[in-house]
């Protein structure tokens, strides 16, 4: 993609919104389209630009992709300026700061914001771009029909098929197979479904293969076998919850997967040494003194 030299550089950018009377918006959000956040996706849309339209970030706290379908736009990011044309991918990582202007008299796009997750990490270790993508004709219709029908039960679906294909999109230069990226946003998403009586085999069918093939990927990517990393992430929210809340210990034991607060207590105990009550009132901040 074209790309030229420029003379902004990480102090010269702001959080800038312009957009003239002329250009036109539709949003998917959270609140109407609650599936968008069991893969990670914070917000999207489509755009119609014309007229007056400027909008830029400094420190962006989320990851930022657009597809182009019409038109032309421009975005600037530090010592660099691209040219955005139809069939192009943009992709910005978090906490990279960028400009978008018109590049010419309209600009036609659909945009996606992705939460700066464990779903969505292998984004942090790539550079901004513009490249060509032809998944992007497959991106926007998918987008218009989920607007379409946020009402009805057709809507998971359509969020799940989004998410594939922008998986396959995202694999471009992120050094995960098809696979792999799969089973990331499985564990992201696993953070929120702890009370879920996961095993080997559910945990295989969510992301469509074997149980042997789950457990080589896993090895690749953690370190560990699945039911080891969610024992982990697990353990991980319990402590969370026991330092931060006020949750009697039965109702943390429900939130992790644990039917009783017996069976939990062993479970931590052997994994921490100490019994949860103990953990809590260990590790738990003293409130501040009033004045």
Partial sequence: MNQQPVNMDHADFQDVLHL???????????????ELLDHGLHMGGISWLKGSYRVGRKDPDIHTLLF??????????????????????????????????????????????????EAWSALKTQDADVFQHEQVWALSPLMDALYHQIRTPRRRRLVALLNEVLMELLLKDSGYSRLEMSVRQL???????????????SLAEAVHCSVPHLNRVCRKLYGQGPMSRLADLRLQRARE??????????????????????????????????????????????PPLKV
């Fill in 20 to 34: 003239g009377p002329e250009c036109r918006e539709r949003f998917l959000i959270t609140e109407e389209v609650p």
């Fill in 68 to 117: 182009t379908l019409g038109g032309r736009g421009r975005v600037h990011v530090p010592g660099r300026s691209y040219d955005i044309t139809p069939g192009s991918v943009t992709r910005l990582p978090a906490r990279r700061p960028f400009l978008f202007e018109l590049g010419g008299e309209d600009w036609r796009m659909a945009w996606l914001l992705l939460r700066d997750s």
């Fill in 187 to 201: 564990f992201a998403q696993l953070e929120d479904q702890l009370h879920h009586h996961w095993t080997q085999l």
């Fill in 241 to 286: 919850l026991l330092i931060n809340s006020n949750w009697q210990v039965s109702q943390i034991a429900h939130r992790v997967g644990y039917s009783d607060a017996f069976n939990f207590s062993h479970w931590f105990r052997g994994r921490t040494g100490m019994a949860p009550s103990r953990y809590r009132s260990e590790h738990r901040q003293p």
